[in-house]
């Protein structure tokens, strides 16, 4: 397990950007409350799925619009086709962990 940030670092409806074992990874806080962690490029064009939009569980690729469920990697909205992996997540005393992450 890796200590990413604070939960109170990222807003709800929010995402940051973290290294972790020199992968990029998007650490995302939903508006339930609920904190996920998934690569963070799009497996379509490339870019950053950080600075996309959340909706519910899904994550927005800002670029074209590709759209990844945050629970399963899985996208759930064209044009990307092929899931983007997501890492287990856990909370203690405030803190997000992040694991399962290898380059």
Do not use: N, Q
């Amino acid at each position: 397990m890796i200590k990413v940030c604070a939960v109170d670092e990222i807003e709800p409806g929010t995402a940051i950007s973290a290294e972790i074992d020199g992968l990029r990874i998007a650490v995302v806080r939903c508006e339930d409350g609920s904190v996920h962690a998934i690569y963070d490029e799009c497996s379509h064009a490339a870019v950053p799925l950080s600075e996309g939009e959340i909706d519910d569980c899904t994550l927005e690729c800002w670029l074209h619009g590709s759209r990844f469920d945050l629970r399963t990697g899985e996208p759930t909205g064209l044009p990307a086709t092929e899931p983007v992996p997501v890492y287990p997540v856990e909370i203690h005393d405030g803190w997000i962990y992040v694991s399962g992450v290898t380059a």
